[in-house]
T-cell receptor, first 113, second 113 residues
Framework: DAGVTQSPTHLIKTRGQQVTLRCSPKSGHDTVSWYQQALGQGPQFIFQYYEEEERQRGNFPDRFSGHQFPNYSSELNVNALLLGDSALYLC????????????FGQGTRLTVV | GENVEQHPSTLSVQEGDSAVIKCTYSDSASNYFPWYKQELGKRPQLIIDIRSNVGEKKDQRIAVTLNKTAKHFSLHITETQPEDSAVYFCAASFGGSQGNLIFGKGTKLSVKP
């Protein structure tokens, strides 16, 4: 049983560029949440997707957007990258519309230079 | 907004001793409280969770207690082992979904042999 998988594992981008990160949820899960984890900090909630719609959003600017596909996989897009966007981006999936425990992927380490 | 405070930020114990990590939360509507263990460079792993209708839960050497009135919850690890060394995060759900989590800032636990 594959767990939550994310791609790519590492990424280096230049300020002002755009990036797309991908997440495949654990088998049987239908809900995907994205988190940003800065070095030495706890994960911060970005948004959650369920039934291909953004259902809840944290305190992140509109530069952060996402998408969920019919197979429940999800993308996180960040436009106009800033140095401060450098972080580990984690995807977590849960089942039954978010009514079960959340399991995390291994994350994508984004470095903005 | 919702907030979770976690103490201590670092904790050093001798092998075989107990370790206790405490968290407080602000959102009265939170009803799900997971604990995650994160080793360096790895994904957060769910180690135990508790729901608001339960006051205590135990799984082998790990236990969690919840005081909803005081908005406190704690993680207890007994008979600590060197492999317990990691960063531990508490979290509280919001928005009615177990996938929407507010995390504490983490506790770095070091278990000395």
């Amino acid at each position: 049983d594959a767990g939550v998988t994310q791609s790519p594992t590492h990424l280096i981008k230049t300020r002002g560029q755009q990036v797309t990160l991908r997440c495949s949820p654990k088998s049987g899960h239908d809900t995907v949440s994205w988190y940003q984890q800065a070095l030495g900090q706890g994960p911060q909630f970005i948004f959650q997707y369920y039934e291909e719609e953004e259902r809840q959003r944290g305190n992140f600017p509109d530069r952060f957007s996402g998408h969920q596909f019919p197979n429940y996989s999800s993308e996180l897009n960040v436009n106009a990258l800033l140095l401060g966007d450098s972080a580990l981006y984690l995807c977590a999936s849960s089942g039954r519309g978010g009514d079960t425990e959340a399991f995390f992927g291994q994350g994508t380490r984004l470095t903005v230079v | 907004g919702e907030n979770v405070e976690q103490h201590p930020s670092t904790l050093s114990v001798q092998e075989g001793d107990s370790a206790v990590i405490k968290c407080t939360y602000s959102d009265s509507a939170s009803n799900y409280f997971p604990w995650y263990k994160q080793e360096l460079g790895k994904r957060p792993q769910l180690i135990i969770d508790i729901r608001s209708n339960v006051g205590e839960k135990k799984d082998q050497r790990i236990a969690v207690t919840l005081n909803k009135t005081a908005k406190h919850f704690s993680l207890h690890i007994t008979e600590t082992q060197p492999e317990d060394s990691a960063v531990y995060f508490c979290a509280a759900s919001f928005g009615g979904s177990q996938g929407n989590l507010i995390f504490g800032k983490g506790t770095k636990l070091s278990v000395k042999p």
